[in-house]
């Protein structure tokens, strides 16, 4: 079973020439995906890692922070591929304790 999904993208901060992949582990061991607020949680640790890879923190003018928001979609988007086979993972090891 899986105990880390990662929240991976290619970031490029406005201000640095160069992209970068970061990558952030959201655990999931310890949650119940077969629960409505085991997926709840889930989907609001993805959302926590995408802001931290995201987030140049601080004041910053508007179009940094459309950039910043324009990471975090797509690295939400990058990691539902992972969820759905930690859910699935999830989903045969249920099955199989039947």
């Known amino acids: ?3 880390f999904l990662v929240v ?3 970031a490029a901060a406005p201000v640095m020439a160069q992209a970068e992949i970061v990558t952030r ?4 061991a310890d949650l119940d995906l077969r629960s409505p607020a085991g997926l709840a949680e889930l989907d609001r640790r993805i959302d ?11 004041v910053k003018p508007i179009w940094e922070h459309r950039i910043a928001e324009t ?28």
């Not at 582990?25 to 999931?28: G, H, Q, T």
């Not at 926590?48 to 923190?57: M, N």
């Open 48 to 58: 926590r890692a995408a802001r931290q890879v995201c987030e140049t923190g601080g």
């Open 1 to 3: 079973m899986f105990k």
């Open 71 to 98: 990471c975090r979609t797509g690295a939400v988007a990058g990691a539902m591929g992972e969820r759905e086979a930690v859910l699935a993972a999830a989903q045969t090891t249920r099955l199989a304790a039947r």
């Open 8 to 10: 991976a993208l290619l």
């Open 25 to 28: 582990n959201v655990r999931v």
